[in-house]
């Protein structure tokens, strides 16, 4: 367990601000992207053409998704090119054994409690990245894919289904691709559990103040600090 | 059997005048997109050109197709094609039968090689040798092939022949198998649809004789011209759709009223085909239009993502048939299960240190 000693700065300000946005739009995107499968409003009373319930619906949907495309796009930019030692994505090789060797399985050792001093890491500890590249960098690509096929497909041959219509492909039909975009959404609740569960786990465990650090940016620097990045 | 005769010498020996000769044409310019302008290149095709020779070959179907076919809301249009059709080789339209057809069929394979086409209804059972299928005593998987082998182009007529429809849903018995994946090195264009609309089967002919070439072809292989469009987005019922006023019983107010089946299981927001434009039965109505949501009968893999009334698909997993909401559910229940036992788990060992600590200082 570490002890404290001096502040230090993790998360610099892009990728809080990209932490924030992401989780308001996936939020946002979650919710609306239920009720367009399952309008559950009760209908309006008058004629159709005076309301727009369901329209509203798909175009925050749609609106959001723009905002969520254009705020993963920049992270991605920030991870590959923003030289932020704890942004970035240097440190993640899941196809080199290394990368599963003795961090690694100690840390998931200690998750499981067949470890009793458990590692602390300043940036994202490598279970961490590698939950983050499952359910968001994996996660956040088959939205993005599956949800910019299926809104190019008002106009077949339009500048959207021209740069992601061959998308539909790989699921056979468009219905099928509207299930899987469904059945795939689950997974970013599922991480909000896993995520929020962690954090504050880590909080009490470590007292590093990794809740406050999302907002600030300040960890506090603990007695080891292993030269593992991300 | 080498024949010349054009659309117009037939037309014209079966009594029917001028006028309505250059209505047809008019109409299938309108249905294939073209512009006025494209009428006269019909009408000449349909003038000077000999009729095309088509095979029609009938494998796994119900003859859907061929029933939507000859009833064609233009009366000509039928007239061209049953003609066409009973003058060269369909098993199931001819009047000869039996070897005498299988000897047509050879016959139209020699004398216009490279130059007929051949239209599929149905599609073939790859299992077993394809002995899911026989025809004339062999398996309809190798006459497929060899009636492709010197065909211009391929048309597969409706879902089955497209996409595989009820034949190859799961768990596909028979190994049912589309025909553009059985033949890969010919043109082929897909019509789907269980059945596929009249006016959109006389239109792709139309196409071909005009023009001598398929149609401009989407990624499905399916003719953009009639498939280029979700029925959702010309459905006369989306004002109902974007007002979130949808039928929630077949035998509601809103069901009365005509209000958007979305919530009666619709797949037109996911399906490409003419229904809300060309519709059935010449221009009578459609399913929607009937008050029935659309079953998707055009799109591939129909079958699977049933079931046909709820909005939400049901999905195979881990041996039970579920959806993609109760996956989820259980997915989260899981996690805040998991994390909760995690969470007992935590304390216990900090409690346990704490001990440990507690002693080491008393030691």
């Known amino acids: ?230 | 059997m080498k024949k010349e005769t054009t659309y117009q010498e037939l037309l014209e020996a079966r009594g029917v005048n001028r006028r309505d000769f250059l209505k047809f044409c008019s109409l299938m310019s309108v249905y294939l997109g073209f512009s006025s302008a494209f009428v006269p290149r019909i009408v000449r095709a349909m003038d000077t050109k000999p009729r095309i020779p088509v095979i029609w070959l009938h494998g796994l179907e119900c003859t859907c197709c061929s029933e939507s076919f000859i009833r064609s809301s233009h009366p000509i249009a039928a007239d061209i094609v049953l003609n066409m059709i009973s003058l060269d080789y369909d098993d199931t339209l001819s009047a000869a039968a039996g070897h005498q057809l299988e000897a047509i069929r050879k016959q139209i394979m020699k004398d216009y090689k490279g130059e007929y086409i051949l239209a599929v209804e149905g599609n073939a059972p790859t299992k077993d040798d394809g002995v899911y299928c026989m025809v004339n005593g062999d398996s309809f998987t190798n006459m497929l092939k060899e009636t492709a082998a010197d065909a211009m182009a391929v048309i597969a007529w409706g879902s089955c022949a497209s996409f595989g429809c009820v034949q190859n849903a799961k768990p596909n018995p028979t190994g049912a198998t589309p025909i553009h994946k059985i033949i890969k090195d010919k043109p082929i264009v897909n019509v789907p649809g269980c059945p596929p609309i009249a006016e959109v089967m006389s239109g792709v002919i139309t196409h071909l004789l005009t023009f001598g070439k398929l149609p401009e072809l989407d990624r499905l292989k399916r003719p953009k011209a009639f498939y280029g469009t979700r029925i959702h987005d010309k459905c006369y019922r989306r004002p109902y759709f974007d007002a979130g006023m949808f039928v929630e019983n077949f035998d509601d107010e809103g069901a009365k009223k005509g209000w958007c089946l979305y919530k009666m299981g619709c797949k037109g927001p996911t399906t490409f085909n003419s229904c809300s434009t060309v519709k059935w039965n010449e221009g009578t109505s459609y399913p929607i239009q009937a008050g029935y949501p659309c079953l998707g009968c055009s799109e591939p893999g129909f079958w699977d993502n049933g079931p046909f009334y709820t909005r939400l698909a049901d999905v195979a997993f881990l041996g039970t048939n579920t959806n993609a909401d109760k996956i989820g559910m259980v997915a989260v229940g899981a996690a805040a299960a998991g994390m909760a036992a995690h969470a007992v788990g935590t304390a216990i060992q900090k409690n346990n240190l704490k001990d440990e600590t507690a002693k080491k200082e008393e030691g």
């Open chain 1, 1 to 230: 367990m570490g002890q404290l000693y001096e502040e230090q700065y993790v998360w610099r300000m892009p990728v809080r601000v990209y932490h924030w946005i992401n989780a308001l739009c996936v939020t946002i995107l979650f919710i609306t992207g239920l009720y367009i499968a399952a309008p559950v409003l009760s209908p309006s009373v008058g004629e159709a053409v005076w309301y727009h319930k369901m329209a509203w619906f798909r175009y925050i949907h749609f609106a959001t998704a723009f905002v969520f495309i254009a705020n993963f796009l920049f992270r991605l930019y920030w991870a590959l090119f923003g030289e932020d030692k704890y942004g970035r994505f240097a440190g993640f090789k899941p196809w080199s054994p290394i990368w599963w060797g003795q961090p690694f399985k100690d840390q998931l050792r200690a998750y499981f409690f067949l470890k009793k001093e458990e590692p602390n890491y300043c940036g994202h500890n490598p279970v961490a990245a590698l939950t983050h590249f499952l359910f968001i960098f994996c996660g956040s690509w088959f939205m993005v894919l599956t949800g910019l096929a299926m809104y190019g497909e008002n106009n077949p041959g339009g500048f959207t289904d021209s740069l992601f219509g061959w998308v539909v492909l790989i699921f056979g039909s468009s219905q099928s691709m509207h299930t899987m975009h469904h059945l795939v959404a689950w997974v970013f609740p599922v991480y909000l559990i896993l995520h929020i569960y962690a954090v504050v786990r880590h909080d009490i465990v470590d007292r590093s103040s990794v809740t406050s650090s999302i907002v600030t940016g300040y960890k506090h620097k603990v007695e080891e600090c292993p030269e593992y990045a991300d």
